[in-house]
Nanobody, 123 residues
Framework: VQLQASGGGLVQAGGSLRLSCAASGGTFRSYRMGWFRQAPGKEREFVASVSRSGISTYYADSVKGRFTISRDNAKNTVYLQMNSLKPEDTAVYYC?????????????????WGQGTQVTVSS
């Protein structure tokens, strides 16, 4: 499975961005999808995940209420809508696909990773 993330950019604090991750080369609906991020000098951290059907979603406490993960299985794409962005949201954002049946918090459970897209939030 190949994953291609897009939609990152520079935005002011309080603004919004929508990330997309297009999948190819596999059966998209067979995978739980997740978003992770890595800020400079920090470890990669979980942001959000969505179940195969799109019904169940999980979020890191730091983004709950501001970010929304969703997927369109017909388009083989997962999205991350990010609202009320803060400077501390600045990071490279990665999408990933997991064959595990779990909440998706653990990055070790993901089999495929996209290349990352930079999100920069200015104060």
């Amino acid at each position: 499975v190949q994953l291609q993330a897009s939609g990152g950019g520079l935005v002011q604090a309080g603004g919004s961005l929508r990330l997309s991750c297009a999948a190819s080369g596999g059966t998209f609906r067979s995978y739980r999808m997740g978003w992770f991020r890595q800020a400079p000098g920090k470890e990669r951290e979980f942001v959000a995940s969505v179940s195969r059907s799109g019904i169940s979603t999980y979020y890191a406490d730091s983004v709950k209420g501001r970010f929304t993960i969703s997927r369109d299985n017909a388009k083989n794409t997962v999205y991350l809508q990010m609202n009320s962005l803060k400077p501390e949201d600045t990071a490279v954002y990665y999408c990933a696909a997991s064959a595990y049946y779990s909440t998706g918090y653990n990055s070790n459970e993901y089999d495929y990773w996209g290349q990352g897209t930079q999100v920069t939030v200015s104060s």
